[in-house]
């Protein structure tokens, strides 16, 4: 089994690579909630949103979220009525965010309502998310304390940031089967996914960092930082707010106390050597995933990393 910790964009397209070298039933992906919110009365959930959307093959490549072909009557229905609509919702996509805030007003926890709606588009891999307790990631900002989603969609992220804090995470556990599949897997993959804002929500929850550590499985990382900056979004700002580099570094510091590997672009070829002299291990590929092929060919890296890594602490001592 494998699993990997994702969220956001970079870990859509990453998930829809490994999907391509593996049987959909070896893999569990564990999905950040810290981006959830309420819109429009209804949950949104949208970093399960795109990693279902991808395994179903109904995600929307173009933009990087949302359902391919999707029409937006609602919305524009919603603004003749004075509603907020800076955040965008497809036809089809309102579909899942009724079905969802449906279930979960009959009292089912989100682990059990993405098991169930997950089913229903015939997705047959796990998606578990990090926990069922509500989590707002907040973004700390000179206009004031905003929600992700303020903060990322209806302001373009263009306020400079001071600092990131997961509300609501000193009472969360993880969601039921996030232990054990970190546990019993037999390589934990991060998705090249914002560092602060996507991955650092699962790491928050209590007990997962310590699962990473201690799993026997390979822990190996795909830096979303490549040649200094952000391949997208705001994941440079944000990690020079908590004072980690813009670099692979930086990436690699941000992980350091639970990862075997990672994996790096050509473009930091030359600073990947820095980090393998620090003691770790790194290998260097293209992590750009513009097409299925380079997306498919970055997650058989990834893989391949995860099983020399098996393979050598299997190895015995000579
Ligand atoms: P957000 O857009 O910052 O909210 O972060 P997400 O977690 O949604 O994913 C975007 C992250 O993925 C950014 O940090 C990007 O640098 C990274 N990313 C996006 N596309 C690629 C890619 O093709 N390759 C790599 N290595 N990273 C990518």
Redesign the pocket.
Known sequence: MIVIL?????????VYGVRQVLAPEELTVIV?TG?DLEWWGLYVSP?ID?VSYVLSGLFNDER?WGVKGDTFECQQAMKRLSRPAWFNVGDRDLAMHLTRTQLLNEGKTLTEVTAELTAKLGITSRILPMTNARIETRVDTPAGELS?QEY?VQRW?QDPVKSVRFAGMEHASPAPGVIDAIMSASAVLL?????????APILAVPGIRTALRTTPASVVA?????AN????????I?MAAHGFPISIAGVAKVYEDFIDALV??NQDAEAAKKLQRAGLKVHATN????TAK??AA?AQAALNVASQLNSSHAAPAS
């Open positions: 994702t969220g956001g964009t970079g870990g859509a397209k990453f950040n981006d970093d795109s990087g992700f990322f992220y998705a090249p996914s914002n560092p602060i804002t996507s991955v795909v830096s979303p930082i490549v900056a952000a391949v997208s979004g705001p994941a440079g944000l790096v672009d992590t750009i995933m513009k380079a997306k970055l």
